[in-house]
Every structure is written in C-alpha cells, then in structure tokens.
C-alpha cells in the first residue's frame, strides 16, 4: 500500500470521528433540523445565512460530512489507481466497501432530515457511521486480521457496536433520565418501571458486560491496547454515571459519545494490530521475482 493511500485512510478516519462526535452535537443540542427539511440545501441554501446556533452547528456537521465524502471517495480512487498500476499488488475491497457504506450513509441522512429525526434512522445512521469508522481504519492499517482475532476479540466488537447502538436508541427515545440512581436502575435489578427504563437498563448491562470482558481481555493478555480499553470502558461507564446523578449536562453528554467512539475504534485496531495482515499468493509471486 502506497504512503498516499495510508494518508487518505487515515485522514479519512480521523474526520469520521469527528463527524460522529458533531453528529452527537447535533442531536444533544437539538439542531438536528438546523437546516430545516431541506436536504443537500441548508434552510433552501447552499450557503445559508448562520444567525441561528442550530443552524451553525447542522451546517458544521454538514460540511465534516462532505469533507468525509471527498476523502472517502479519492481514497478508492487513489487505491484503485495504484493497484492499476502495478504500485502494490492488492484488489482496493476495503476502499470500495467504504464508499458503499459512505453512499448509505449519505442516504440514512437525508431520510433523517426528511422525516424529522426518527429515532430509528437516526440509530441506523450512527452504526452505519461505526463501520465505515472501522472500514477506514481496515483501509489505513492494510489488514483483515480481525479473520484471526483472538477469541476475547469478537465479543468485544460486538459489545462496543451493541452498546454505542442501544446508547443512540436510549437517548433519541428520551429514556435517558428513565433510571435513577447509579449503578441500579431505580433501586432495581429488575425493571418494572415501563419500556423506557427498560431500554436504559440493557444499555447499562451491555456497559457492564463489555467492561467485564475488557478486565478478562487485559487480564489474558496483558496487552498495552487492552489496558488502554479497560481505561478507556471505566471513564465511560463514570461519565455515564456522571450524566445519570448530575441531570443530562450537556458536556457529559458530548464526552459520552465521544469516548464510546473511541473504545470502538480501539477494539477495531486491537484486533487488526494483533494479527498481520495475510500474505497472498500474489505477494509471494512479487517477492520471489525481487529476490532474483
């Protein structure tokens, strides 16, 4: 893979998790009809007047967002271009799922705008968001080691998405000040206080199970990145406490997503950093004929 590449995934992935913690932004702010109902336009502009903050921070989130579809797509290009050439011998399957999610992406954002704000687009929206976060990083480490990940690795991936899903779902459905106290949900283990405490307890379990395989990940292999997991899973579960006992500040909220974001992304380079990317035929074909 070609130094240009690298930089255009990595790039690309810095600027996707910018653009979730501003989606975050968006929501915890209530801006996300700052632009009206009017998609690509803002409030009928390409470049609306910015006398409202809900507009500012829409507007924002729009222009990350087109920044991210620029960079996603000149990293296919790019890929492409170099395999084409001969540069590296690899088929660019990464780059090119990454448009398609950015593609999906884009969509699952007009229909959020279009409908005003379903929570279930907007939580679809987030996890598409997610794994095209994990697609770049794939793309910027050149590795599908997750096909050999450790057997603690797979469960944690699917604790993080869960849990960052089912925290979209909690907050867009107002459940998140349907439990209170900490780390009980109203004094309860079981829930008997209606649909929405439920839905904020599962959130809760799914942060205590994914904290306690993180323990049992960095417990077994002692790994720098699990320990950076574990620290990372228990400032998450305290700002989430902090959210629940101090009333929903809108920092902490902020803080919430952007630190979820960052345990998956960790887990995501965990996994690709614990196995080396496979070799293929092709590879050791170039290799033999340097060697003569």
């Not at 919430?256 to 590879?283: D, F, N, R, Y």
Request: charge should be positive.
């Amino acid at each position: 893979m070609t130094r240009r590449v690298t930089a255009l995934a990595w790039s690309a992935a810095v600027c996707t998790y910018l653009l979730i913690i501003l989606g975050g932004i968006v929501r915890i702010t209530g801006s996300g009809l700052g632009c009206g109902d009017h998609w690509p336009l803002c409030n009928g502009h390409l470049f609306p007047p910015l006398d409202d903050i809900g507009t500012v921070i829409e507007w924002s989130h729009r222009l990350v967002a087109a920044l991210v579809s620029v960079l996603v797509v000149a990293l296919a290009v790019v890929d492409w271009w170099d395999g084409s050439r001969g540069r590296f011998v690899r088929t660019p399957t990464v780059a090119f799922a990454a448009v398609g999610l950015l593609v999906l992406q884009i969509v699952l954002g007009a229909i959020t705008v279009k409908l005003a704000l379903p929570a279930w687009s907007i939580v679809l929206h987030l996890g598409t968001a997610m794994l095209l976060l994990a697609t770049l990083l794939v793309a910027a480490r050149d590795s599908v080691g997750a096909q050999h990940a450790a057997p603690l690795h797979l469960p944690l991936l699917a604790l993080s998405f869960v849990t960052v899903l089912f925290g979209a779902l909690t907050a867009n459905l107002g459940a998140a000040a349907a439990c209170h106290g900490f780390p009980l949900c109203n004094g309860q283990i079981w829930i008997t206080a209606g649909p929405l405490a439920v839905i904020q307890w599962i959130h809760r379990l799914l942060a205590y199970s994914l904290a306690i395989v993180a323990v049992v990940w960095a417990f077994r292999t002692r790994s720098r990145a699990a320990y950076i997991v574990v620290g990372l899973v228990a400032l998450q579960v305290s700002i989430g406490a902090g959210i629940v006992l101090l009333g929903l500040p809108t920092g902490l909220q902020v803080a919430h997503v952007a630190v979820g974001t960052a345990i998956w992304a960790t887990v995501v380079l965990a996994v690709l950093s614990g196995q080396p990317a496979p070799t293929s035929e092709a590879h050791r074909v170039v290799d033999g004929l340097r060697a003569q």
